[in-house]
């Protein structure tokens, strides 16, 4: 009986700090959708971009772009490679080189690149800038500055969403186009006679249904890379102070997102 009476409060301790920790959970989440809100709105208000605001997010976009670009084209254009390499000739060993083309494009072009791109875009410039704009945050705090809410900080967070969304979108385009032109080369080499039948099948597998699913997938990868670093840096933790959090917390929610977006595309596309 004793035994049952130490065991209990020690149950009823967890059981709390359980509690605590899915409350906690559930508030993040809920202050990411507000903050994803406010942001969308801004975005597409015509007010954001009077003034010198318009050239705020344009400086923005080429800070986020810039520095990318390089290391980006060179690695998406060698993993193309090295993947379009290793279909074409498991297709052909197999008598499979009709499909060898759709299956790339479905595969790589699809799939493949928006995923790598909103992750490059993260882990180079998202979540650096969101830990970057936490510790701002936590500086002016620890001065005795006003923290301002949701809906003030969100006007602040405008130029950096915009900017993550750019990139985004501008590296997936470059890759998919990357990606199709290593496939040419390698499938048809320098002949230039193949182009009209190469088009035609990568058209065939760009149906209206698969495109905008295709455009879709890659603008919520770049609302979910613009928003959720910086809605979790924007968010105090349980005592209201903003010190350094671990990335791998923020990776991993973001992370989920994607995956959510992930499954949503491909159950679209294939079933």
């Known amino acids: 009986m004793r035994r049952m009476r130490g065991i209990t409060p020690d149950m009823n301790h967890g059981l709390k700090r359980q509690a605590r920790r899915r409350r906690a959970q559930v508030v993040a989440w809920w202050h990411t959708l507000q903050m994803g809100a406010q942001i969308t709105v801004l975005m597409l208000s015509p007010r954001s971009y009077t003034g010198g605001r318009a050239r705020t997010v ?4 080429v800070a986020a772009v810039l520095p990318l670009l390089p290391w980006f084209t060179v690695l998406s254009a060698l993993i193309s490679l090295v993947i379009i390499r290793i279909v074409t000739a498991t297709a052909s060993s197999y008598g499979l080189s009709q499909y060898a083309l759709e299956v790339l494009v479905r595969t790589l072009v699809l799939e493949l690149i928006p995923l790598f791109a909103a992750l490059f875009v993260a882990l180079r410039h998202a ?3 969101a830990e970057q704009l936490r510790h701002q945050l936590d500086v002016r705090q620890r001065a005795g500055g006003h923290i301002p809410g949701i809906a003030g900080l969100a006007g602040t967070l405008l130029p950096r969403a915009m900017a993550s969304m750019h990139a985004v979108v501008l590296l997936a385009a470059l890759a998919g186009v990357v990606a ?3 496939t040419y080369l390698v499938v048809h080499g320098l ?3 193949a182009v009209p039948s190469y088009t035609y099948d990568v058209g065939r597998v760009f149906n209206s249904v698969v495109s905008l699913i295709f455009l879709l997938k ?6 979910a890379v613009a928003t959720v670093p910086l809605a979790g840096a924007a ?7 903003y010190v350094p959090r671990s990335d791998m917390v923020e990776f991993a929610r973001l992370f989920s997102v994607l995956l959510m977006v992930e499954m949503a595309a491909l159950v679209g596309n294939y079933y």
């Open 58 to 61: 344009l400086s923005h976009q």
């Open 180 to 182: 199709l032109v290593i």
């Open 218 to 223: 890659t603008l919520f990868f770049s609302l």
């Open 127 to 129: 979540m650096p800038g």
């Open 235 to 241: 968010e105090p933790d349980e005592h209201g102070r």
């Open 191 to 193: 002949s230039p006679w």
